[in-house]
């Protein structure tokens, strides 16, 4: 059984930094791709930045910047933090054996002004 846990998330101020991170458990699998989706109230999932098995990152913004810290542990740094930052923030995890995708139960992040 795969297991994604987030940690890092809480209330910024406006224009702040914010670090989550994810670690990944269980198994077997293989990473295809790690990274992370968000969810804002009313709003479709979206994805934040995500790494390849390749090594490629794809980043929505600049302000997001992730880091692969190991195999199975991922985080991503937010910069310049706007309200509309505002969201759920989820970890995913696609398995290339089987091409199934694994989410964590996500992380609450709320940015004020």
């Known amino acids: 059984q795969v297991e994604l846990v987030e940690s890092g998330g809480g209330l910024v101020q406006s224009g702040g930094s914010l670090t989550l991170s994810c670690a990944v458990s269980?198994?077997?699998?293989?990473?295809?791709?790690l990274g992370w989706y968000r969810q804002a109230p009313g709003q479709q999932r979206e994805m934040v930045a995500l790494q390849f098995s390749d090594g490629s990152t794809f980043h929505e913004e600049g302000r997001f910047n992730l880091t692969r810290v190991n195999a199975k542990t991922v985080s991503v740094q937010i910069d310049r933090m706007k309200p509309e930052d505002t969201a759920v923030y989820f970890c995913n995890m696609e398995d290339r054996d089987d091409g199934r995708k694994y989410w964590g139960k996500g992380t609450l992040v709320g940015v004020w002004s």
């Open positions: 269980g198994g077997p699998f293989t990473i295809y791709s």
